[in-house]
């Protein structure tokens, strides 16, 4: 990721262009949206989970919310992020590089998270993939408040499995609309958006 964040940052300082967005500039207007008609007040404690180049938290501070982090395990991330930060004069954005399956201790009290693309990264991990998931759950308990909102956008996983992975701690609250193909007759979702809130 460090090299693919280097090369990207290498981009931004030459044409300006901050890089791949997770999923599309939709996925961004998704959960933006659900924000808007669940009324979740804008001085909220949102947290981006593996921001990459942060533009999600730029979308989230232009329609006015105020307490927004951003965390990557990648430096070369968090640069990118900082200079689109600074690019867009979006100073109130807090970004930190912090690997999320061993939080620091100043990471809690959340009262929304939000993951596109981190959690599928993760399970791609050849090196104990299925405890690196435990422990991804694990940490979202503890940075995310009872009863504070998680919000996953996933292309690795199904609604099923999802709801199997997060059992421990979370219930569904809805699965936003994503779009749909048909192949074979039958019709699916090249992505998954999910909303969980964490229990009491």
């Known amino acids: 990721w460090d090299a693919?964040?280097?090369?990207?940052?290498?981009?931004?300082?030459?044409?300006?262009?901050?890089?791949e967005i997770w999923f599309g500039e939709e996925s961004m207007v998704r959960?933006?949206?659900?924000?808007?008609?669940?009324?979740?007040?804008?001085?909220?404690?949102?947290?981006?989970i593996g921001t990459g180049n942060g533009v999600l938290l730029i979308e989230l501070a232009k329609y006015g919310y105020t307490d927004l982090t951003g965390i990557d395990y990648s430096p070369s991330a968090i640069q990118l992020s900082e200079k689109v930060r600074e690019k867009e004069g979006m100073s109130n954005i807090?970004?930190?590089?912090e690997d999320f399956l061993a939080p620091s201790a100043e990471l809690s009290r959340f009262e929304i998270c939000i993951d596109k693309g981190t959690f599928d990264a993760i399970s791609l991990n050849p090196d104990n993939a299925v405890g690196k998931?435990?422990?991804?759950?694990?940490?979202?308990c503890s940075v995310l408040e009872p009863e504070g909102f998680f919000l996953i956008t996933s292309c690795n996983w199904t609604k099923e499995e999802l709801l199997d992975e997060f059992r421990e701690g979370f219930e569904i609250l809805e699965?936003?609309?994503?779009?749909?193909?048909?192949?074979?007759?039958?019709?699916?979702?090249?992505?998954?958006?999910?909303?969980f809130q964490r229990k009491k």
Do not use: M
């Open 175 to 195: 699965e936003l609309p994503t779009p749909k193909f048909c192949f074979g007759g039958r019709i699916g979702n090249s992505v998954t958006t999910l909303v």
């Open 31 to 48: 959960i933006i949206r659900w924000l808007e008609k669940q009324k979740v007040p804008l001085d909220c404690s949102v947290l981006d």
């Open 133 to 140: 998931r435990k422990q991804y759950v694990k940490s979202l």
């Open 4 to 19: 693919a964040y280097e090369r990207e940052l290498q981009t931004f300082k030459d044409i300006g262009d901050a890089g």
């Open 94 to 97: 807090k970004l930190k590089v």
